[in-house]
């Protein structure tokens, strides 16, 4: 299973070994506590940290010592976990590129292959495309499994390979405002694009779910559909899309004419259920502004306190919103790839379950999981799989990757000649609905 390990860099003054300690204790304090996911003696945690925690605070550099511990962390075998400073300073490429890469043998070696470049990030801004190869940042070299990390409020200077050309990029990367809860990141603009294919079929691209509630993101969803006018085939490109909040609530409603269980989320680990358990809190829509997302906060705080009071649990039970017939239901295509997770991995299971839609392209990389952010020491931050999601028939999609329903792989050579063949196949798949 492929572990989501992000990390960022601190700010250019450097930490004392003592305040290393410090950072290392935290961390380790607030995983035995809080971290939901594979049990912490299976992986034997308290051992692997008591031998790792001397290499890490006697890090020759800050920049040793935090790539120290986000190997530590990978230790955890998990999704949504992270490490990073509020300085921002380095960063994971699918952070702030606005793009995602992965490993392919190009001639006899393995290399970064640029695999998706979001309409309106970083990267297809500065000319990066499809297909690129990514050889050096800044005059460094990389190759698998070594990853670049970048600044946000920076420049990078990107070496690229295209066909037998290589040439420098300067990638101009934004800062952002760290939101509540949520890894830092930088998001493409648009989120979601629109075209029509032929007079019968639409498409629409999502990049990601910006947003716990969601609230902008499932408007332009909706949007975009409209605007699509009376089509009678859809796909949805999620290819790229890592997930993020509960917009991706807005998409599964579109599949669906009336309202059905999509799953239960719980804080801490969450035995199969074979049904809805009672008492949850029940997400059924997205609020569609701030007046009533207030109302939806006022109801989930007021449910949490009781269960709080009655010392019991709370989960959140996920439902679709409803939103009624549609001439495109049942013939539906999702198109996605090894970069499709968390919360798409979801609405994959949901449709799939209920057989709304043909699942095109490649195995998902089975990332489900509901995550937290924990203050550290000395400006750095800890995200850390809080809770744990489960279908509505009791299945667990955490480290069980969906495989497509029509297996569709990425070529680079194809990308590189223009060629989208998955985008080919979705559409020969929805007319065949």
């Known amino acids: 299973m492929t572990t989501a390990t992000e990390m960022t860099t601190m700010h250019e003054s450097s ?9 290392v204790d935290a961390i380790g304090k607030v995983v035995a506590e809080k971290f939901c996911g594979p049990d912490l003696m299976e992986l034997e945690w308290e051992a692997v940290l008591t031998t790792r925690r001397p290499t890490i605070v006697a890090a020759p550099t800050d920049e040793a010592f935090e790539r120290g511990v986000g190997e530590l962390l990978q230790e955890l075998k998990s999704s949504h976990v992270g490490f990073y400073h509020t300085g921002l300073r380095r960063c994971t490429g699918k952070m702030v590129l ?105 498409y629409v691209k999502i990049a990601s779910y910006p947003g716990m509630v969601g609230i902008d993101v499932a408007r332009d969803i909706s949007e975009a559909v409209a605007a699509l006018g009376p089509i009678k085939r859809l ?47 029940v997400f059924d829509k997205i609020p569609s502004g701030k007046l009533t997302s207030l109302s939806l906060a006022a ?57 709304l839609a043909v699942i095109v392209g490649e195995a998902t990389p089975g990332r489900v999981r509901g995550g937290s952010k924990f203050f550290l020491p000395h400006g750095y931050w800890l995200a850390l799989p809080v809770g744990a999601f489960q279908t509505s028939d009791g299945d667990s999609i955490e480290g069980n990757p969906i495989a497509p329903d029509v297996e569709s792989l990425y070529r680079p050579e194809e990308a590189r000649a223009g060629s989208d063949t998955q985008l080919e196949m979705a559409i020969k798949t929805v007319s065949q609905l």
């Not at 930490?15 to 950072?23: D, F």
């Not at 990853?147 to 300067?170: C, D, N, W, Y």
């Not at 999620?238 to 609530?249: A, D, K, M, S």
């Not at 017939?325 to 539906?332: I, M």
């Open 15 to 23: 930490l004392t070994q003592k305040q290393r300690e410090e950072v």
């Open 235 to 281: 796909i949805f490109d999620l290819r790229g899309n890592p997930g993020g909040g509960i917009g991706v609530l807005r998409v599964m409603s579109l599949l669906t004419p009336d309202r059905r269980v999509v799953g239960v989320f719980l804080k801490g680990s969450l035995k199969n259920v074979t049904q809805i358990p009672e008492g949850g809190f």
């Open 98 to 202: 606005g793009a995602t890469y992965a490993e392919f043998i190009e001639g006899q070696n393995p290399k970064w292959v640029f695999q998706d470049v979001h309409e309106g990030g970083p990267a297809a801004k500065a000319g990066i495309k499809s297909g690129d190869v990514l050889l050096a940042v800044a005059g460094v070299s990389f190759q698998p499994p070594d990853h670049p990390l970048f600044a946000m409020g920076s420049t990078a200077a990107i070496t690229v390979q295209r066909g037998e050309r290589k040439f420098p990029v300067l990638v101009s990367i934004p800062m952002v405002k760290v939101k509540r809860n949520q890894l830092p990141k930088i998001e493409p603009n648009p989120i979601v694009s629109r075209q029509i294919i032929d007079a019968e079929t639409g």
């Open 299 to 355: 109801r989930f705080f007021a449910k949490q306190c009781f269960a709080k009071l009655t010392k019991k649990k709370m989960p959140i039970v996920v439902m679709t919103e409803g939103c009624g017939g549609r001439d495109f239901h049942s013939k539906v295509v999702l198109l996605v790839n090894r970069h499709t997770a968390s919360a798409n991995e979801m609405l994959l299971k949901f449709a799939r379950e209920h057989k």
